[in-house]
């Protein structure tokens, strides 16, 4: 397993720009698929984007799809969640998951079950 921590939350308006930070710690890092996922007050965690251990394929929700971009520098052992054009119904506590997904499909990468290990959270917060 590897101990992750997200940074670069706060709070923006909308139409605003954020970048996420999930830096990992661990030599096994860059084999690992990371997941961001989000969770607002009252409701369950969704899944929001997530990346291949080589960065190769990447798979994003709907509702981000075209505003939000996940990349990785492995050397640096961080993913990065660059999310644009911030709408209010982004507004939730996003979290960084690293696992092994069990097939190389969407499917997989989308499921909170993937990941084993998980950060605490960070905040995002957009006002309209």
């Known amino acids: 397993q590897v101990q992750l921590v997200e940074s670069g939350g706060g709070l923006v308006q909308a139409g605003d720009s954020l970048r996420l930070s999930c830096a990992a710690s661990?030599?096994?890092?860059?084999?690992?698929?990371v997941g961001w996922f989000r969770q607002a007050p009252g409701q369950e965690r969704e899944f929001v984007a997530a990346i291949s251990w080589s960065g190769g394929s990447t798979y994003y929700a709907d509702s981000v799809k075209g505003r939000f971009i996940i990349s990785r520098d492995n050397a640096k052992n961080t993913v990065y969640l660059q999310m644009n054009s911030l709408k209010p119904e982004d507004t939730a506590v996003y979290f960084c998951?690293?696992?092994?997904?069990?097939?190389?499909?969407?499917?997989?990468?989308?499921?909170?079950?993937?990941?084993?290990?998980w950060g605490q959270g960070t905040q995002v917060t957009v006002s309209s």
């Open positions: 661990g030599r096994t890092f860059n084999t690992y698929a």
């Open positions: 998951g690293a696992g092994r997904p069990k097939y190389f499909s969407g499917y997989y990468y989308k499921a909170a079950g993937t990941y084993d290990s």
